[in-house]
């Protein structure tokens, strides 16, 4: 039997990157190529890899993609101030998968709003106004 492709080799037995994925709660037993096609006509892939508690609020790791072959880290931070007027004023405390959510969405923004994948390096800091702008999209 021939020798396994590098990508499928990098799904199947991921390597931490800098020592950062052991430090990461919530890391799937399966890593989940998912797609998403964005408004600027890119289709790209990403992986869930976990997130991390930060003091000020917690930190979303992603992996993505914009053409199949090369990957990027992309973190998604939400501190805990970009959500407490939206509970509030609701008078609906947001659970962990609705973090995810939030998260999830603002990283579906971030693809949408880059011209192109190329922009789409480093991190995504969720404000106040963002995120009570995406909470509402999941009609909670």
Same mark, same amino acid.
């Given at each position: 039997?021939?020798?396994?492709?590098?990508?499928?080799?990098?799904?199947?037995?991921?390597?931490?990157?800098?020592? $950062? *994925?052991?430090?990461? !709660? &919530?890391?799937?037993?399966?890593?989940?190529?998912?797609?998403? #096609?964005? @408004? /600027?006509?890119?289709?790209?892939?990403?992986?869930?890899?976990?997130?991390?508690?930060?003091?000020?609020?917690?930190?979303?790791?992603?992996?993505?993609?914009?053409?199949?072959?090369?990957?990027?880290?992309?973190?998604?931070?939400?501190?805990?101030?970009?959500?407490?007027?939206?509970?509030? $004023? *609701?008078?609906?405390? !947001? &659970?962990?998968?609705?973090?995810?959510?939030?998260?999830?969405? #603002?990283? @579906? /923004?971030?693809?949408?709003?880059?011209?192109?994948?190329?922009?789409?390096?480093?991190?995504?800091?969720?404000?106040?106004?963002?995120?009570?702008?995406?909470?509402?999209?999941?009609?909670?």
């Amino acid at each position: 039997m021939g020798e396994m492709p590098a990508w499928l080799d990098w799904l199947l037995n991921p390597k931490p990157a800098r020592g $950062e *994925r052991e430090t990461l !709660l &919530g890391v799937p037993a399966v890593r989940r190529v998912k797609n998403y #096609a964005a @408004f /600027s006509g890119y289709a790209y892939e990403y992986l869930f890899e976990g997130y991390r508690d930060q003091p000020e609020g917690r930190e979303y790791a992603f992996s993505v993609s914009g053409d199949r072959k090369s990957w990027c880290p992309f973190l998604v931070r939400v501190p805990t101030g970009a959500t407490q007027g939206w509970e509030r $004023e *609701r008078a609906i405390p !947001l &659970g962990d998968r609705e973090r995810y959510a939030l998260a999830k969405l #603002a990283l @579906f /923004s971030a693809f949408d709003e880059r011209a192109n994948p190329s922009e789409l390096r480093g991190s995504l800091d969720v404000t106040p106004e963002v995120a009570a702008a995406l909470l509402d999209k999941l009609d909670l």
